[in-house]
């Protein structure tokens, strides 16, 4: 079976995290998570980074710091993992979802724009406090038209940048835009920590709450003694000294994965019944995350045949995102009652991502091309 995701842990891994035990800095009071946090900052251009122990936590944590009312609303997109809307809910918070782009399966920024000036100017509702982006698969969303509506409208923006290590938006560096942005250093992304997140503000103050609530909100003067509730969503300095290594290698691990996406694009793009990423958009070089396709409507089977088929022939794949909009959960809960988003429904149910980690040799590579033409040639 050649694996969807392996990650690659040959620079200074071992050394460094050979150096927590050594010294006996294990937990997260260690020099590597400072040392993580500086750099990680400084790679995106950011004021402050807060490690944190996942990226669901520091997107929880990230609205969680902007101290919003219950009831307040956020806008997401509807195609993303639901670690997006779960920070939204967990803070008492109500997420607004925004179908997808047909060609970059980013949030269609239209379709916010229409909801914001349809909520704010014609319904007069006061709720709507900010705007959660998630950059999808490869390419970043197109954020200026995000960051002229927050503007216009005192929105505050939370970036989501899971998928973006490395990436730039119009030469900005993707995790260094908006009021607060946050990674996940989980295996599948290009920088892995094992587990692991971080929160990353220019802003002293949004940097001071998120210290603060990481860290069960232990006050300096009365440790003990607690004014608010806080999480415990530490890092541990092992973690952040696998991170320091990884980081190191960045710009290594974005061309590996940039030539990895241009390499299946030149193999696949003639292939009838697929649909590719675009290589670039007009404010972005893809950074292909993963390698996503989907599946043409012509195609008379959808991506759930096609997952079986490949695992057949040896090929990991995973499907994509299920929409925010038909999640059992959050109808349980009374959420996104009746709501259709056409473009996330069906990429949704015919788009899957096929073997695209480091590890991933270029013979793999070619394999995985050759069953995905089969699969197509059985039409
Ligand atoms: C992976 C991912 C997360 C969650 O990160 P974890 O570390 O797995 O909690 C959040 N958002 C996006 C877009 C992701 O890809």
Known sequence: MIPVNEPLLDGNEKKYLNECIDTGWISSE?????????????????????????????????????????????????????????????????????????????????????????????????????????????????????LELAEKYGLKVIEDAAQMHGQTYRGRRCGGIGDLSTFSFYPNKHITTGEGGMTLTDDDHLAERCRSLRDLCFQPQKRFVHDELGYNFRMTNMQAALGVAQLERLDEIALRKRRMGNRYTDLLEEVEGLELMPR???????????????????????????????????????????????????????????????????????????PSGMALTEEQLVTVVGALKELLRQT
């Open 30 to 146: 260690g020099p590597f998570v400072k040392r993580f946090e500086q750099a990680m900052a400084e790679s995106v251009g950011r004021r402050h980074g807060i490690a944190v122990c996942n990226g669901t936590a520091a997107l929880e944590l990230a609205v969680a710091s902007l101290g919003l009312a219950p009831g307040d609303e956020i806008l997401m997109p509807t195609f993303t993992i639901i670690s997006c809307a779960a920070a939204i809910v967990r803070c008492g918070c109500v997420p607004v979802v925004i179908d997808s782009d047909p060609l970059t399966w980013n949030m269609d920024v239209e379709r916010l724009r229409e909801k914001v000036e349809e909520e704010i100017d014609r319904k007069g509702n006061r709720k709507l406090k900010a705007i959660m982006v998630a950059h999808i698969y490869g390419l970043p969303v197109d954020m200026d038209p995000v």
């Open 280 to 354: 670039r958009t007009d404010y972005a070089e893809n950074i292909y995350w993963v390698f996503g396709v989907v599946l043409k409507d012509e195609v008379p089977f959808d991506a759930k045949e096609a997952i079986r088929r490949l695992a057949a022939a040896g090929i990991g794949t995973r499907p994509f995102f299920w929409p925010m909009h038909e999640q059992p959960v959050f109808h349980a809960m009374g959420l996104f009652q009746g709501e259709r988003h056409p473009v996330a429904e069906r990429i949704a149910r015919r788009g899957f991502y096929v």
